[in-house]
C-alpha cells in the first residue's frame, strides 16, 4: 500500500522481506511478554502506525514501521533494546514527532521506540539543575521549573521533547543570553544499541575524568544509541521584560546593525534578537493581523529582575545607537510588556504557519522549513543572496532568524508535487551557499535524511570517516537509526528525497 506525502511522492515501502518475518515476529513475540503493555504503549496497526509514526513535520517520504512501543521507564527502554539487539531489529528512536528534516521517519522498517511516556521531572534547586525524562515537552519542563523561580534557557520556537531537542542540538530563540542546547545540558543517561543505561557524566561544574559522551550524544539523532533522560542547567526566573521593534530599508541593513552590535558588545539585559524580512512579516500582517511595517524588522527583547526596569530603557538605547550608526534604522520603538509585545512575538513564533497561510488563492499550502547558519562576516551576503534568488525564481520569500547567531530559516511554500521540486531547488541552493561561505547545513534542524548528502562537503572525508568509525565502532550491527545522519548509509534511503 502507498501513500502520498506533503510533496506528493509515494510512501517508501520498508514492509519486512519475507526471509525476516521470523525474525520480526520473535521480537515482537518477546517485546509483547516484556511488560502488560496499553492500547496506546504497543502499536501493530497498520493504520495508526501509518498515522502517527510514519512521518514528521518535514516533506520527506513517510514509512510506516513494523511496530512501535511506548516505555515509562529508562529500563523498559533497555530491555526493548536489548530484544532488538538480540534479533538485529532497527530501531528508530522518536519523541514528539516535530523534526524538519526526517530524523525520525523509520526507513528501515523495525521498530519505532517512542519516548513520549518518559515523563518525570526532579529539580535541584540548590544545584540550578534539572534531571527530566526525554518525553517531557519544552512547556511543559518551562512552568515547572518557574514555579520554583528558575528558568530553563534553551527555547525552541516549537515545543519538542526535550530528547528530540537534544538528539537534534535544536535551539531557539534565547540562545543570545542563554547559549544553546549544548551548553544547557550537562549530563545524559543514555541506552546502548546492546541495550546497556548509563550516565556520560557527573553533574560537576568541571571535570577532566575522560572524554567528553555528553557531547557525543548531543546531535547525534538517536544513531549512538536513545536518551532517556537529561540533565539541564537552569537559570533564576526574570520577572521584568520590556521590548523593541526597529525597521530598515533592506534585509541586508538589518542583518548589518545586528551584527555590529554583536562586534560593539551586546547589552546583558538583551534576551531576544530575531529577524523578520519583507516577506515574513507581511505574512504575519496577514495571518496575525499585526500591524508591522513590511518592511525588514529586528523584534528585541530585554528582560531584568530589577523592579525599576530602568536597565531595560538603558540597554534598549545602547541597541538603537549602535542601530542608526551601521543599519540605516527607518524606525524604532519601545514596547513595554503587554498585549502589543505578546502578538509581536506570537507572530515571530508563528512564522511557519503565517507562511502557509499568506496566500488565500491557493488556500493552506505545504511548507519546506529550512535552516542554516553562517559566520557573522558572512551573514549580510548570504541573506541578501538567499532573497534574490526567491526574486529570480518569482516566489514569496519568508525569512525568520535567530539572527544574532548567524542562524536564519527560509519557508518556502509550495502548493503541488512540480512546485515542491522547485521550492526544493531553492532549499538546496540556500544550503549549498552556506557551506561555501563557511557555515554549516544546519543550526539547529539536524541533518536526519534531508541534508546528509551536504555533509561530504561541510565537512570533508576525514572528518565523516571519523564520525562514520564511532558509528561502527558503537553500533556494529547498524540498528540504532540506520540510514539516517552517516552519507554512508544512503544507500539505505529512497533516492526521491534527495
Same mark, same amino acid.
Given at each position: ?21 521470523a ?20 502499536? /501493530?496497526? *497498520?493504520? @495508526? =502506525? ?8 518535514? %516533506? ?6 513494523? +511496530? ?8 523498559l ?9 538480540k534479533?538485529?531489529v ?25 519516548t ?8 535541584d534547586?540548590?544545584n ?34 526535550v ?28 541506552v /546502548?544499541? *546492546?541495550? @546497556? =543505561? ?8 568541571k %571535570? ?6 555528553? +557531547? ?6 538517536g544513531t ?7 540533565c ?7 520577572k ?45 500582517n ?37 542601530f ?5 534604522t527607518?524606525k ?10 505578546d502578538s ?6 508563528g512564522?511557519?504557519?503565517? %507562511? ?26 548570504a ?5 534574490e534568488d ?22 518556502i ?7 515542491f ?15 561555501k ?20 562537503s561541510e ?23 540506520p ?16
Open positions: 500500500m502507498t501513500s502520498k506525502t506533503r510533496s506528493g511522492k509515494s510512501e517508501f515501502e520498508v514492509a519486512p522481506f519475507a526471509a525476516r518475518q525474525q520480526y515476529k520473535a521480537c515482537l513475540d518477546e517485546i509483547a511478554a516484556l511488560h502488560k503493555w496499553g492500547k496506546k504503549e504497543f502499536i /501493530t496497526d *497498520q493504520v @495508526e =502506525l501509518r498515522k502517527n509514526y510514519s512521518i514528521d513535520k518535514s %516533506s520527506h517520504i513517510p514509512a510506516v514501521p513494523a +511496530a512501535a512501543v511506548a516505555p515509562s521507564t529508562a529500563e527502554v533497555a530491555k526493548i533494546v536489548q530484544i532488538c539487539a534479533h538485529k532497527p530501531m528508530t528512536p522518536r519523541g514528539a514527532g516535530t523534526g524538519l528534516e526526517g530524523g525520525a521517519v523509520p526507513y528501515a522498517g523495525g521498530i519505532v521506540i517512542d513520549n511516556n518518559l515523563k518525570w521531572i526532579k529539580i534547586k540548590e540550578s539543575c534539572v534531571w527530566v525524562g526525554a518525553g517531557v515537552r519544552k512547556t511543559a519542563l518551562n512552568r515547572a521549573v518557574q514555579k520554583e523561580g528558575l528558568l530553563f534557557g534553551a527555547d525552541p520556537s516549537s515545543n519538542p521533547c530528547g528530540g531537542m537534544v538528539s537534534t542540538s535544536g535551539s531557539g530563540m534565547c540562545t543570545l543570553k542563554y547559549g544553546t542546547t549544548r551548553e544547557n545540558v550537562l549530563s545524559l543517561r543514555v /546502548t544499541p *546492546q541495550g @546497556e =543505561l548509563f550516565q556520560t557524566r557527573q553533574v560537576v561544574r %571535570s577532566s575524568a575522560g572524554l567528553e559522551l555528553t +557531547a557525543l550524544y548531543i546531535g547525534s539523532e549512538l544509541g536513545i536518551i532517556t533522560e537529561v539541564f542547567r537552569l537559570f533564576p526566573d526574570t521584568y521584560r520590556a521590548g523593541g521593534v526597529a525597521t530598515f530599508t533592506t534585509t541586508e541593513d538589518a542583518v548589518k546593525a545586528v551584527v555590529a552590535m554583536k562586534q560593539q558588545g551586546v547589552p546583558h539585559t538583551l534576551l531576544r534578537c530575531e529577524l523578520l524580512n519583507k516577506g515574513a512579516v507581511a505574512g504575519s496577514k495571518v496575525y493581523k499585526t500591524q508591522l511595517e513590511e518592511t525588514a524588522t529586528v523584534l528585541l527583547e530585554f528582560v531584568t529582575n530589577d523592579p525599576s526596569r530602568r536597565d531595560l530603557y538603558k540597554d534598549y538605547q545602547t541597541v538603537v545607537k549602535v542608526k550608526q551601521h543599519g540605516k527607518r524604532m520603538r519601545y514596547l513595554k510588556d503587554g498585549k502589543e509585545m509581536v512575538w506570537d507572530a515571530r513564533r512564522c511557519h504557519y503565517s %507562511s502557509m497561510k499568506c496566500d488565500k488563492a491557493k488556500g493552506t499550502q505545504q511548507v519546506i522549513s529550512t535552516d542554516v547558519c553562517v559566520p557573522l562576516t558572512a551573514l549580510a551576503q541573506v541578501s543572496d538567499t532573497e526567491f526574486v529570480k525564481n518569482n516566489r514569496p520569500c519568508f525569512i525568520c532568524a535567530h539572527i544574532s547567531d548567524g542562524n536564519y530559516h527560509t519557508l511554500p509550495y502548493s503541488d508535487p512540480a512546485d521540486v522547485k521550492a526544493r531547488a531553492l532549499e538546496q541552493a540556500m544550503v549549498r551557499r552556506a557551506v561561505m563557511g557555515g554549516t547545513v544546519s543550526g539547529e534542524h539536524g541533518v536526519g535524511v534531508g541534508k546528509v548528502h551536504h555533509l561530504l565537512h570533508g572525508e576525514v572528518h565523516l570517516n571519523t564520525q562514520e568509525s564511532i558509528k561502527k565502532a558503537l553500533d556494529p550491527d547498524n540498528i540504532m537509526n540510514g539516517c545522519f552517516y552519507p554512508c548509509q544512503q544507500k539505505l534511503l529512497p533516492t526521491a528525497h534527495l
